[in-house]
């Protein structure tokens, strides 16, 4: 039996439109394989700025280190609040989401869509990665690279410094201007990532995508409700388990997520900061 077809509904498209999902003709990627061999794809989100921060709208570009391949681009059927500073910067309202796929369809076409490749975000916590892992039975499979930590790493930046997307374009000298939108983030986390790689293969000698991932371990951080926290700690000291704790309102997580989790708590209505770039709520963490 043939999957349901998915309709998806690209920003600024007045009715949904059919997903045609393109045939990918790459390998699995691994440690070994290639820099100049592999696929990747970038990735970006907008959320509601509310926790439990449920997608609005999800932008993908798939790339090689030479050019973009194809897009991915559509917003999100959540019936959720939407936090009014994130709806300022990313201008998702409630009326442009009739029609849109609920989110496990869309995260469906979305990880079709990035079969095989390498996950590149702008986050220096994986937030974007783990939004949509987020439930899964399964973590997500792809190696993942962070392209704040790349530039750190790159441009030799100050050590516990957060670069944000738009001073990296700007940094960079790129063609491209960040702008609160899921596609629009994603094609300059693209751009970015591929002109740190060019710099990192001739001043680092970076070949395989292994050299990449060892220089760039991503931070392991407990995204579990502090209540949930506090309970697991009873139990592992034997002391009893206390009850009525009031639980957060950020959903605990599960073994089972996208990466591993980031190094700094959640706790504000911004996902995160990111200078310049969607990561006020609502934006793509990074």
Known sequence: MSPKPVFLKPRGAAEPVPWDEIAVDA???GP???LVDAQFVALDVETTGNAPFLVLEIGAERFTLDR???FFDTLVDCRAPINPYARKRHHIDRSMLIG?????DARRAFLRFAQGAVLVEHSHDAFDTWLVGRGLESPLEHPIIDTSALARLVLELPKG?????ARLVEELNLD???AHAALDDARATAMVFRALISRARETIG????????NALPRPIVDRTAPSRRALAASRVQGAPA???QRRSAAPASTPRVTSPRPSAPRGRSSRRRRSGSSGSPGGSPG
């Open 27 to 29: 390998p699995e990627v």
């Open 68 to 70: 973009p391949l194809s």
């Open 32 to 34: 070994q394989t290639p």
């Open 161 to 165: 410094q957060t670069p944000g997307l």
């Open 176 to 178: 491209v201007t960040p």
């Open 206 to 213: 970076w070949q395989n995508v292994g050299d990449v991932l």
């Open 100 to 104: 849109a796929p609920e989110f496990k």
């Open 242 to 244: 206390q009850t009525g």
